[in-house]
């Protein structure tokens, strides 16, 4: 957090007093959301870790007066609720695949303005929803589609993401078994 924060960190601190000065700038620059991505990963320690950073996420949302933000896939449910009173201070909410809907064509536009490819990549509603259904509705498998078509788009000269793209795109360990 310090690092993020841009503080520089003195490597003969304690974690102690790492811990002290990471609050104290949370507080003075007035951090009201702490937002934790891939909570999940908690699940992977033993359960005397996963005890020490649940009771840190606890002592941080009641010291700073933040709000927290825990993001993951299902199991991240799993790892918060080791520690019941941090469970009962969180909402859940379960963010629904996307559908090949008006939303779905907005989010596909943004991403694939933001690619660096060299023309304007355009595509039908049919790819569309043979987009969403390759990346099973999950965002970040339709922006692993898109990167990994845009690449090829580079590589090849092409500098565009066509519909023939998507309808053509299989999965990497598909392509390595078809030259296995």
Sequence with gaps: MLMAMGASINER???MELEIRTVLLLKSN???VLVFDEVHNLLAGTPREQRVILQLLRYLSNEI?????CLGVS???DAIAGDTQLARRLDQFVLPRWKADEEFQELVTAILRSLPLKL????SSQSLRHL?????GITARVFGILNELAIEAIQDGTERITDE???SWKPALEKEAAFA
Excluded: H
């Design 13 to 15: 601190l304690t974690l």
């Design 165 to 167: 793209n998507i309808e």
């Design 120 to 123: 304007p990549s355009a595509l």
């Design 65 to 69: 007066k933040a709000s927290l933000v």
């Design 132 to 136: 969403s259904r390759l990346g099973d």
């Design 30 to 32: 007035n951090v009201r």
């Design 75 to 77: 199991e991240a449910r």
